[in-house]
């Protein structure tokens, strides 16, 4: 499940009432993990803040660079389109325990004028003809936020992800809350020369 949080539409800069707010599930080892449900959607968005070392730009950099050239063993990749602000992709996630995921997916980079940095992602229908016909939809939506510091950046990843199908709701929070972290970690690590945690590239 760790890659399945691929995928926003631009997130309010103001708060709406109607919207439930943040609530708190982890806050370890530096890493802040909150969660809101969002009406009319099966899951909880997700929002994972940390702070790192590196200018805004090493950040974006990483995203669009290595951050998707990562092997993973359960994922198979096809670029459709890369730059380096932006980059479109499909992706064929297979494991043990679910029906295969199909989904394409934007990545866009945006630089503001305070310094902060902003790459948006969002799920596409699979582009290409779908290695088995059965494949399982997956749709997701976020962003990354860099936001500079006097020590470097300030990062913020949100997500709102339905990975389809009938899964049960308490493995797939679960799941989805564990890959966030994991995905922010993979990015610490990444973006700051250091190697990847254990277990991070799958």
Same mark, same amino acid.
């Not at 708190?24 to 890493?31: H, M, N």
């Not at 009406?39 to 702070?51: K, N, Q």
């Not at 990562?70 to 992709?89: C, H, V, Y």
């Not at 990545?107 to 310094?115: I, K, M, S, V």
């Given at each position: 499940?760790?890659?399945?949080?691929?995928? &926003?539409?631009?997130?309010?800069? !103001?708060?709406?009432?109607?919207? +439930?707010? #943040?609530?708190? *599930?982890?806050?370890?080892?530096?890493? $802040?993990?909150?969660? $809101?449900?969002? &009406? %009319?959607?099966?899951?909880?968005?997700?929002? *994972?803040?940390?702070?790192?070392?590196?200018? +805004?730009?090493?950040?974006?950099?990483?995203?669009?660079?290595?951050?998707?050239?990562?092997?993973?063993?359960?994922?198979? $990749?096809? !670029?459709?389109?890369? =730059?380096? @602000?932006?980059?479109? #992709?499909? @992706?064929?996630?297979?494991?043990?325990?679910?029906?295969?995921?199909?989904?394409?997916?934007? !990545?866009?980079?945006?630089?503001?004028?305070?310094?902060?940095?902003? *790459?948006?992602?969002?799920?596409? /229908?699979?582009?290409?003809?779908?290695?088995?016909? @059965?494949?399982?939809?997956?749709?997701? $939506? %976020?962003?990354?936020?860099?936001?500079?510091? =006097?020590?470097?950046?300030?990062?913020?990843?949100?997500?709102?992800? /339905?990975?389809? %199908?009938?899964? +049960?709701?308490?493995?797939?929070?679960?799941?989805?809350?564990?890959?966030?972290?994991?995905?922010?970690?993979?990015?610490?690590? =990444?973006?700051?020369?250091? *190697?990847?945690?254990? =277990?991070? %590239? /799958?």
């Amino acid at each position: 499940m760790a890659c399945l949080l691929f995928l &926003p539409a631009a997130w309010p800069a !103001f708060a709406d009432e109607r919207v +439930p707010q #943040w609530r708190l *599930v982890s806050d370890k080892d530096g890493i $802040r993990l909150e969660a $809101r449900r969002i &009406p %009319g959607e099966r899951f909880d968005e997700l929002r *994972v803040t940390t702070s790192l070392k590196v200018s +805004p730009k090493t950040v974006a950099d990483y995203l669009l660079g290595k951050y998707l050239d990562e092997k993973n063993k359960n994922i198979s $990749r096809t !670029f459709i389109q890369r =730059g380096p @602000d932006m980059a479109l #992709w499909s @992706d064929v996630l297979s494991t043990s325990v679910t029906s295969d995921r199909c989904y394409s997916m934007r !990545f866009e980079r945006h630089a503001l004028a305070n310094g902060e940095m902003r *790459v948006k992602f969002v799920s596409l /229908d699979y582009a290409g003809r779908k290695p088995m016909p @059965d494949c399982i939809a997956l749709r997701a $939506r %976020g962003e990354w936020t860099m936001t500079p510091t =006097g020590t470097g950046t300030r990062l913020t990843y949100a997500s709102l992800t /339905d990975i389809g %199908g009938s899964a +049960p709701a308490f493995l797939v929070h679960r799941s989805l809350s564990s890959a966030a972290v994991s995905s922010v970690r993979k990015v610490v690590a =990444g973006a700051s020369g250091l *190697v990847l945690p254990r =277990g991070i %590239g /799958d």
